[in-house]
């Protein structure tokens, strides 16, 4: 079975430009959450959506907003990049139930912010 | 919100030693405590997990101990390895109706070393 896979895996922009990320999970999981890893530091919660819905949004700004599609394939959007957006986007798809919620992550998408 | 502290930043143990690894957290709510292990340049990957019905769970070499009281956990690595050397966070999550699992609050890393 396919992990979670997401793309591209790496990326080089300028300060002001606009990403998108995205992301497809893994088979039968409804859940998508997005995290931010700067280097050095752990995993920074930035979304997780539900069933289309969005069902928790962590400390960012704004320029932050992602998505998901019936097929629960998932897009993280950032606009007017800043030197500080720098860092490993990782999506993770879980099966949310009441005794489970392990998150599998997928191998990330690198972004450096020239 | 949720704030999980995790200690030691850096570890150095020889091949065969214990390591352990210790978080707290400050959301009494908190129900699910996982643990992830990341090689350099990979994904993080979960190693054990444990919640808060149950105060200790073992898997072969890996252990993980939990006191709700003190709002504090513990994972123990016996017999290490060389591959054992990655970077290990905690994490705590409430999952609150089975729908809050994705939102993780993880320490902030532990750099393990086992020396052969």
């Known amino acids: 079975d396919a992990g979670v896979t997401q793309s591209p895996t790496h990326l080089i922009k300028t300060r002001g430009q606009h990403v998108t990320l995205r992301c497809s999970p893994i088979?039968?999981?409804?859940?998508v959450s997005w995290y931010q890893q700067v280097l050095g530091q752990g995993p920074q919660f930035i979304f997780q959506?539900?069933?289309?819905?969005?069902?928790g949004r962590g400390n960012f700004p704004d320029r932050f907003s992602a998505r998901q599609f019936p097929n629960y394939s998932s897009e993280l959007n950032v606009n007017a990049l800043l030197l500080g957006d720098s860092a490993l986007y990782l999506c993770?798809?879980?099966?949310?139930?009441?005794?489970?919620?392990?998150?599998?992550f997928g191998e990330g998408s690198r972004l450096t912010v020239l | 919100g949720e704030n999980v502290e995790q200690h030691p930043s850096t570890l150095s143990v020889q091949e065969g030693d214990s390591a352990v690894i210790k978080c707290t957290y400050s959301?009494?709510?908190?129900?699910?405590f996982p643990w992830y292990k990341q090689e350099l340049g990979k994904r993080p990957q979960l190693i054990i997990d444990?919640?808060?019905?149950?105060g200790e769970k073992k898997d072969q070499r890996i252990a993980v101990t939990l006191n709700k009281t003190a709002k504090h956990f513990s994972l123990h690595i016996t017999e290490t390895q060389p591959e054992d050397s990655a970077v290990y966070f905690c994490?705590?999550?409430?999952?609150?109706?089975?729908?809050?699992?994705?939102?993780?609050?993880f320490g902030q890393g532990t750099i393990l070393t086992v020396h052969p």
């Open positions: 993770a798809s879980s099966w949310e139930g009441q005794y489970t919620g392990e998150l599998f």
């Open positions: 088979s039968g999981h409804k859940s």
């Open positions: 959506y539900y069933e289309k819905e969005e069902r």
């Open positions: 959301d009494s709510a908190s129900n699910y």
């Open positions: 444990i919640r808060s019905n149950v």
């Open positions: 994490a705590a999550s409430s999952g609150a109706g089975g729908t809050s699992y994705g939102k993780l609050t």
